[in-house]
């Protein structure tokens, strides 16, 4: 091999592994903040009204299967982009998985009403408060936690997630 071609792999490599140092930096600290996964502690319980006005509970000490909570902001063009997948992972998931999509950062109920309508959602959407924002720090939308079937938080992520990174953290999908 020529010395030229060497020294151009090995600047493509060091850029390579350059940004993925960065990316690793970014999605540290953007989740620094956000509830502990490592704690081994159990998730926060909550009870919101869905948009028909009926109380949902989530009680981490009654888990009995994994639970996926997505947190949205009916403005948020990356939850527009994301949503959809959940969707896609709630129809496929024969009834293994627990899901809560909780509407953050809403101006009025109609808001909410049309993003579940553009998105055709039949995953019940919980009205969130300013207390459920704090209780599970969410700074960024979207932001999601993953819980084990004994209620403790697994996973946590923020931004846009494919359907198979989003499998794959819900133990639904062979890596």
């Not at 390579?16 to 502990?36: A, C, H, R």
């Not at 084990?148 to 946590?156: A, F, T």
């Amino acid at each position: 091999m020529k010395k030229e071609t060497k020294k151009k792999i090995i600047s493509w490599i060091s850029q390579i592994l350059i940004f993925i140092g960065i990316f690793v930096l970014i999605t540290w600290w953007q989740q620094k903040d956000m509830l502990s996964t490592s704690s081994h502690e159990l998730a926060p319980s909550f009870s919101l009204v869905n948009m028909q006005g009926e109380v949902m509970s989530f009680n981490p000490t009654k888990q009995t299967q994994k639970t996926l909570i997505y947190f949205f902001a009916p403005w948020c063009m990356i939850c527009h982009a994301s949503i959809d997948n959940i969707e896609a992972i709630k129809q496929s998931a024969d009834g293994e998985i627990n899901f809560y999509i909780i509407a953050l950062d809403w101006k009025g109920k109609q808001e909410v009403e049309a993003f579940i309508k553009e998105h055709h959602l039949t995953i019940p959407v919980l009205l969130g408060t300013q207390h459920t924002t704090d209780t599970f720090k969410i700074r960024a939308f979207p932001s999601y936690y993953v819980i084990d079937s004994d209620g403790l938080l697994q996973s946590k992520d923020m931004g846009y997630t494919t359907e198979l990174g989003m499998r794959i953290r819900l133990g639904l999908a062979e890596i």
